[in-house]
């Protein structure tokens, strides 16, 4: 399936010092790449969303979101539909933050301020409300933590679209290099050539972290532990427990449970 370009809206103004864009993307859409006269927050409330920056791609939950520095061409899509919102942040509010462009966590403060910038963008800021929302979210971009482990993406026109489109859809797909090797038209060999070449890992290791992605996905969309194991094809619950505190240090509800504490939380 192919994917739909979307256009951006024309003659918007800059950013004073913040402006909220909020905008649903359909499922297989995308905005081509393109760049802004100041600073960009790329995020979605819910969905996923497909980043390509810099000669690379990888995509973000909504616990997840990209800063993009002034003048950084990028391209933002979604493979099955997200609610975007953008944030531009001139120069002047953005000192202090990245120079590069950077995937960091998202508390569950700064998504409830970017739902309440959102819903009084066009309300006059007569009592200074709106200032020290916009105030309080640079405050939370400061201390936002870079994250390390970004799941990445194929380029668009990738011979691995593909397959990584079909894995995130259906994380459980029991084949393997050689089942996907027949599929795509190439060796196993050279299937795993390319992917540690393009993504920077291995299969195994890519399927590893998105299964570790989609479950942190599917647990804050209200799935118990385990039907989260089920939906992510482990052959156990404790087998995805044991998975997930592998990598993440601690048990997946011990995890959730940090998320909620957050809520008021750096």
Not at 84 to 108: M, Y
Not at 165 to 170: G, Q
Not at 225 to 248: C, N, Q, W
Request: glycine fraction near 10%; hydrophobic fraction near 40%.
């Amino acid at each position: 399936m192919t994917w739909e370009t979307i256009q951006a809206p024309s003659g918007l103004a800059p950013p004073q010092p913040i402006t909220v864009r909020a905008q649903s993307i359909p499922a297989r859409h995308y905005f081509p790449e393109h760049a802004h006269s100041w600073n960009q927050m790329v995020y979605a409330i819910s969905g996923v969303l497909t980043v390509a920056v810099e000669g690379r791609s990888f995509v973000i939950s909504p616990e997840q979101a990209v800063w993009l520095p002034t003048g950084l061409r990028h391209r933002v899509g979604s493979l099955l539909g997200a609610e975007f919102r953008s944030l531009w942040i001139a120069d002047e509010a953005g000192r202090g933050l990245p120079t590069a462009p950077t995937v960091f966590g998202v508390t569950p403060l700064l998504k409830a301020l970017i739902v309440e910038a959102t819903a009084i963008e066009d309300e006059e800021d007569r009592d200074g409300y709106a200032g020290r929302v916009t105030e309080l979210i640079l405050d939370q971009l400061r201390r936002a933590q870079p994250l390390p482990g970004a799941l990445p993406w194929p380029r668009g026109g990738s011979s691995l679209t593909a397959l990584c489109e079909a894995l995130y859809a259906d994380p459980a797909d029991p084949r393997g290099p050689e089942a996907w090797g027949r599929e795509l038209g190439m060796s196993e060999r050279t299937l795993a050539r390319r992917f540690e070449t393009e993504m920077g890992m291995s299969l195994r290791s890519w399927r590893r972290r998105l299964r570790l992605f989609k479950a942190i996905e599917l647990m804050g969309g209200g799935l118990d532990v385990t039907r989260t194991a089920m939906e992510l094809g482990y052959g156990s619950t404790s087998a995805f427990v044991y998975a997930f505190r592998t990598d993440m240090g601690c048990s997946p509800q011990a995890y959730m449970r940090g998320r909620g504490a957050d809520r008021f939380g750096s």
